[in-house]
């Protein structure tokens, strides 16, 4: 039996997935708009995001705009290596489901 690949289990938190995938499309993109797209809660969001940022896969500047803060985020080098590697091994894995069922 093939060896099957591990999947990082940080990538593959369906809220972290999301926002991997959505910060890999843009340049940049602040916490309002991360949590709309996603139709998180604050609480739920910004969880998922420090623990994206302590995994290194993001990275956050934080700053006032008009004496409001505001947090934005992009995707870094080792986070886009991450969500690469977890698509790999996703499709390395469903390939290998569908192989056994025929």
Do not use: W
Not at 23 to 39: I, P
Not at 46 to 65: D, N, P, R, W
């Amino acid at each position: 039996m093939p060896e099957l690949p591990e999947l990082d289990q940080i990538v593959h938190g369906q809220l972290r997935l999301a926002v991997l995938s959505i910060l890999s499309a843009v340049a940049k993109a602040d916490f309002t708009f991360l949590r709309d797209c996603t139709g998180s809660t604050d609480g739920n969001i910004s969880a998922h995001l420090l623990k994206l940022e302590q995994a290194g896969y993001v990275a956050v500047e934080k700053s006032f705009v008009k004496r409001k803060p505001t947090s934005t985020y992009q995707i870094t080098s080792a986070g886009r290596t991450a969500l690469a590697n977890y698509i790999r091994n996703l499709k390395k894995l469903l390939g290998a489901d569908f192989n056994r069922s025929k």
